[in-house]
């Protein structure tokens, strides 16, 4: 928590840094995977602490910053493969505001997403893909019978993405589920424009960058399921 207004302080200033530290120490998702034993708090750490490291390392300019910040957004991928997400989305910064442009900042930001890209995938590639693979597969299944299964598969688990961590949401009312979803739609609207709002003002370089990571994670998650 403290992390992220360290981060998105020199971005939006120091009142809206401290608006989403209160919005990410009551966020529900955020308290309970920070009781887990699992990966997900260190990852989002670390996901976090790569977006203060890249910030740092196009201000400061210096080799120490650069491979500080490819040190953290490997270990996100190595961490949980959804850590994909701190490449992908940093990277599409990188274009849309214009770094890759500078001589002064290309390199160094090439060099860093790629040898983490690289990094990521030979763990990513590797035996973690054969054992997911292993894991759908039955013994001595024909792949036919494996392909028909897969759409049951894949629509078992989203539902458990969605409704597995509430127990019980899946027999609620109907009603509940329509006005969560109402304000669910409510918030993205609300997201959207003040999204446009940083782009058009003085914070449009920060708006990119939470653009290209929201984008980034997205992309990543639909690939995931």
């Known amino acids: ?47 976090v602490l790569s977006i203060h490291c890249l910030h740092r390392a196009l201000c400061v300019r210096r080799a120490p910053a650069w491979v500080l910040h490819w040190l ?9 493969y959804t850590g994909g997400a701190a490449i992908l989305g940093q990277g599409l910064y990188a274009v849309l505001a214009g770094h890759l442009k500078d001589r002064r900042t290309r390199n160094p930001v090439v060099c860093s997403l790629a040898g983490a890209a690289i990094a990521v995938s030979v763990w990513a590639l590797g035996p973690r893909f054969f054992s997911s693979v292993g894991a759908i597969l039955q013994p001595r299944e024909p792949l036919r019978t494996a392909a028909a299964r897969l759409p049951g598969i894949l629509l078992h688990l989203t539902w458990d993405a969605q409704f597995g961590y509430f127990p019980g949401l899946e027999h609620a009312p109907l009603a509940l589920l329509s006005l969560m979803l ?30 290209s990571l929201m984008a980034g994670a997205l992309t990543v998650g639909t690939g995931v399921v």
Request: with cysteine; glycine share 6%.
């Open 72 to 80: 953290c957004t490997t270990a996100c991928g190595y961490v949980h």
């Open 182 to 211: 109402c304000l669910s739609v409510v918030l993205a609207a609300v997201s959207a424009s003040a999204w446009v709002h940083l782009v058009r003002g003085p914070q449009r370089d920060a708006a990119l960058l939470l653009g």
């Open 1 to 47: 928590v403290p992390l992220t207004g360290l981060t998105l302080r020199p971005l939006l200033g120091r009142r809206a840094a401290l608006v989403a530290v209160l919005l990410l120490a009551v966020n529900p998702f955020h308290i309970y995977y920070s009781q887990e034993a699992r990966s997900y708090a260190l990852l989002l750490f670390l996901y």
